[in-house]
């Protein structure tokens, strides 16, 4: 009982020490201050929003957790816990209204934001102190026009990273940008920040591969891999198992291990004679064994018409 129940404890602790994990992959993505003829909330108003996107390759609660728009009071509006909306899926986003009316449900925040001064956004974890995100928007912020990362919940080292490996990376060296519609960047509330209409591993693959060669050498290098994988398997299991018969062998019969090894060298014709003699006594028969013979057998009356069988006696007195 004491040993099930530390399996118990750690698997909940385990399981507590996950979600913490996955809780600070959640990235403050996007925001808009001004929201003149932009998205509309489920009340039908246009007001601020905060998007919170999940960098994560697995799905995140983000029910218990705390955001803020002062970094004194860490927790100033507390996502409510038990809304299945609250759970953003793997690569996703989920948006909050800074309208000051909580009344109005789990995505509406208690607090808004100023469109003339900087505004400070911070996202605490469930214990109300550990910070997972922040960001400040600067001050004099266009109507309809969105402050966000470059690219889906990078950090500085992944802006960093991609300008290294990719000279002709045209998302510039900033890692928070202005959402445009006139410069080609558009607002992107509860999407990606990066509308892409090309993919750029197939286009790379077009470049250097045009006619499918590398295509299809790896193709048959995988396969070819696999199947001498499988015959070495087989090879190693076929060997274990002659192995094995040796040492049955001796261990019943008291024989030597070259005399174990004599079994299986012998013909193959001496097997296929084994093979076919069992056939024979167990499979074959002759000509009369294939006839089924059918003989009327007369009877005094029929057990169909007898009234023993039809009729119940009558109980006795």
């Not at 309809?144 to 002709?168: H, I």
């Amino acid at each position: 009982m004491k040993y099930k129940f530390i399996i118990v404890l750690s698997g909940l602790l385990a399981a507590l020490g996950l979600q913490a994990q996955l809780t600070t992959s959640l990235k403050i993505n996007e925001i808009l201050v001004i929201n003149d003829d932009n998205f509309l909330d489920d009340y039908g108003n246009k007001n601020p929003w905060i998007e919170i996107y999940n960098n994560s390759p697995g799905t995140v609660n983000i029910a218990g957790c705390y955001l803020t728009d002062d970094i004194k009071i860490p927790k100033k509006y507390m996502v409510p816990k038990g809304d299945v909306l609250t759970k953003i899926s793997p690569r996703q986003h989920i948006l909050f209204w800074a309208d000051s009316k909580p009344a109005r449900g789990t995505f509406h925040l208690n607090f808004t934001l100023n469109p003339d001064s900087p505004n400070f956004i911070a996202l605490f974890d469930s214990d109300g102190a550990t910070l997972i995100d922040s960001v400040t928007v600067p001050a004099g912020q266009i109507p309809d026009v969105s402050y966000g990362l470059v690219e889906d919940g990078w950090a500085q080292k992944d802006l960093e990273q991609e300008m290294r490996l990719n000279p002709s990376y045209k998302g510039g060296n900033q890692l928070w940008i202005y959402f445009n519609e006139n410069e080609g960047r558009f607002v992107t509330p509860s999407s990606n920040n990066k509308i892409l209409d090309t993919n750029v591993k197939i286009e790379n693959f077009k470049e250097n591969d045009s006619i499918g060669a590398g295509m299809t050498l790896t193709a048959m290098g995988v396969v070819f891999s696999g199947l001498l994988m499988l015959f070495l398997i087989f090879k190693l299991i076929g060997n274990t198992a002659v192995v094995l018969s040796h040492r049955r062998a001796m261990k019943a019969s008291g024989m030597t291990r070259e005399e174990a090894k004599d079994i299986t060298r012998q013909s193959g014709d001496i097997f296929a004679a084994i093979a076919m003699a069992i056939y024979e006594a167990t499979e074959l028969h002759d000509e009369e064994n294939t006839i089924l013979t059918i003989k009327n057998t007369a009877r005094n009356y029929s057990p169909w018409s007898s009234k023993i069988y039809t009729l119940r006696e009558m109980p006795r007195k």
